[in-house]
């Protein structure tokens, strides 16, 4: 598992491939991210960069809470990844 310090910038990427595993580019692509901010869940959907088969889009995790999980989707036709983590900060990492 890759640790993630809060207020760095997350790249989440994909690659897309048919039920033959072959490439496709699809036509849109999105992240849903889910992290607690302030004490309340919030969900961002933010659109992806289409390169070819492969998929990408940055998060700014300084919004974030660290010690609480942040949930991730991406979706596209011929993509779907999801996954978890935590943030790590310390006392000198000021909280969201």
Do not use: E
């Not at 990408?56 to 660290?66: G, N």
């Amino acid at each position: 598992m890759t640790d993630f310090v809060r207020g760095s910038a997350i790249t989440f990427r994909a690659t897309c491939k048919n039920a033959l595993g072959a490439s496709i580019t699809p036509d849109q692509a999105t992240l849903s991210i889910s992290y607690v901010l302030n004490g309340v869940r919030v969900v961002d959907t933010i659109p992806m960069q289409i390169d070819g088969d492969t998929v990408s889009a940055a998060w700014d995790s300084s919004v974030a809470s660290d010690t609480m999980p942040v949930i991730w989707h991406i979706r596209a036709a011929g993509c779907a990844k999801d996954g978890s983590f935590v943030l790590s900060a310390s006392a000198a990492n000021p909280s969201a």
